[in-house]
């Protein structure tokens, strides 16, 4: 686990974990399923699973809703356009046909967030977004953007010609520190 401002922290396990304990408790992506029990204990020196109140999906891949059911008091998050996708293919928005058959939660869509700019950034999905602290400036970038690159876009519920615009504008988003869906 990893502090990345006072009131947020990083949980990594193949893919990244956020929690940010401010107004509200909130979790941005959940990781893969495979890591569950690693992701319960972690998360629960911090804070009891049972008082997260919004889970914010950057997107619905697999490796970032795969521990959707640990919450049980949560409303559940993500854009629009990854909603409707989820609605016509939900085993493509999933990318796993095991986890999409238990995948059984509604989803609402993530319109305003205080304290936080909403930026959509089509490319990995349709419906991917990202999010930006303004506080600490912390830029919560799902697989869109990494440290080393950015995320793939030959999935079918990709939309590669969007991509660049996407990277672009978050080129000239002011961040200090980048909290992406991958540490690569
Ligand atoms: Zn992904």
């Not at 998050?77 to 989820?86: A, L, R």
């Amino acid at each position: 686990m990893q502090k990345l401002a006072e009131n947020i922290w990083k949980i990594n396990v193949d893919s990244n974990i956020y929690f940010l304990d401010l107004k509200e408790k909130i979790i941005i992506d959940t990781g893969p399923r495979d890591y569950r029990d690693i992701v319960k204990k972690e998360l629960s020196k911090i804070i009891d699973l049972s008082k997260i109140e919004k889970v914010i999906f950057t997107h619905l891949h697999y490796d970032h809703t795969g521990n959707f059911d640990i919450f049980p008091n949560a409303k559940f998050y993500t854009s629009e356009d990854e909603i409707s996708y989820y609605k016509k293919h939900k085993i493509f928005a999933i990318g796993d046909p095991i986890l999409a058959a238990k995948f059984n939660i509604g989803l609402q869509p993530l319109n305003y967030l205080e304290g936080f700019d909403i930026i959509q950034t089509p490319g990995h999905t349709k419906g991917s977004f990202c999010l930006l602290y303004k506080k600490e400036k912390i830029l919560f970038s799902g697989d869109t953007l990494f440290f080393n690159g950015y995320g793939r876009i030959d999935f079918p519920g990709s939309a590669p010609e969007k991509m660049k615009s996407s990277l672009d504008f978050l080129d000239k988003t002011d961040y200090k520190i980048l909290a992406p869906g991958h540490d690569y």
